[in-house]
């Protein structure tokens, strides 16, 4: 730990209902684009970059290790360290929930919260960029809150306890958006690969699990017939 790791936050003991109110207060701010850091109280990563999400310096340093088997880094300062109750490591939804858990259970201790971005929220992010004079936005992984009905009481505990209010869901999210605007599943053949550039409005992957798109106009064998694959390839495919 370095001095200025000593200076408030990290050498300081968070309550629960602190580090309640700070998720909320960081969801809320990601709804106030006009809010500067400054005037927010934290670094706000939009503020900085223009776009959050991965950025650089979050991946260069795994990549040496894991790709390149980088072995000299820097010696390990020892003095001044702090011992925690619980390091977690991966500040995404998994990460906040188990250090939410064991602080709910073990009030008084010392979590430390490690990651490579400069943000909590890991796949659950949105970016955010200005085009002109003209805010936009859009969810750079998880966006939705898929099939609550079958989450833990854990998991509905958790939700609850963040003040998410899963009967509003209904009226928040378009559900018919996709239908409306005869959005559907399709696939992208690329010309490097099977030498065309074509789209067949036909899902070799589905999403219509668990987004309410539009029906495709093809079926299995129209779809087939479309792809550009060898005779062969598209007998094996149906």
Same mark, same amino acid.
């Given at each position: ?10 050498? =300081? ?11 909320? @207060? ?13 005037? @927010? ?21 795994? =990549? ?9 880094? &820097? ?8 011992? +925690? ?8 939804? &998994? ?6 858990? +064991?602080?709910? /259970? ?10 490579? =971005? ?19 936005? &859009? =969810? ?11 989450? &833990? /009481? /854990? $998991? ?11 009967? /509003? ?37 589905? +999403? $219509? ?25 598209? $007998?094996?495919?149906?």
């Amino acid at each position: 730990m370095t001095d200025s790791d000593e200076k408030p936050g990290l050498n =300081h003991l968070i309550k629960r209902r602190d580090f309640v109110a700070g998720m909320s @207060a960081v969801a809320a701010s990601s709804f106030l684009p006009d809010v500067t850091a400054r005037d @927010a109280g934290f670094i706000n990563p939009p503020k900085l970059t223009g776009l959050r999400g991965g950025h650089p310096g979050a991946i260069e340093v795994a =990549h040496q290790l894991g790709r390149f088997g980088r072995t000299d880094w &820097s010696p390990i300062r020892t003095d001044n360290s702090i011992t +925690y109750d619980l390091v977690v490591v991966g500040a995404g939804l &998994s990460g906040l929930a188990a250090a939410f858990f +064991y602080r709910q /259970e073990n009030p008084t201790a010392k979590i430390l919260i490690l990651d490579n =971005h400069d943000d909590f929220g890991g796949h659950a992010k949105r970016n955010e960029f200005w085009l002109k004079d003209r805010l936009v936005l &859009s =969810h750079g992984g998880s966006q939705t809150l898929q099939e609550p009905s079958g989450y &833990s /009481e /854990e $998991s509905l505990g958790l939700l609850r306890d963040l003040g998410v209010n899963l009967g /509003e869901l209904k009226e928040a999210f378009d559900q018919t958006f996709f239908q409306r605007h005869g959005l559907t599943d399709s696939t992208y053949f690329d010309k490097k690969t099977f030498g065309v550039d074509q789209i067949v409005r036909f899902a070799l992957a589905s +999403y $219509s699990n668990f987004l309410p798109l539009h029906p495709s106009p093809l079926d299995a064998i129209e779809a087939v017939k479309q792809i550009p694959l060898g005779a062969q390839a598209k $007998s094996e495919l149906l």
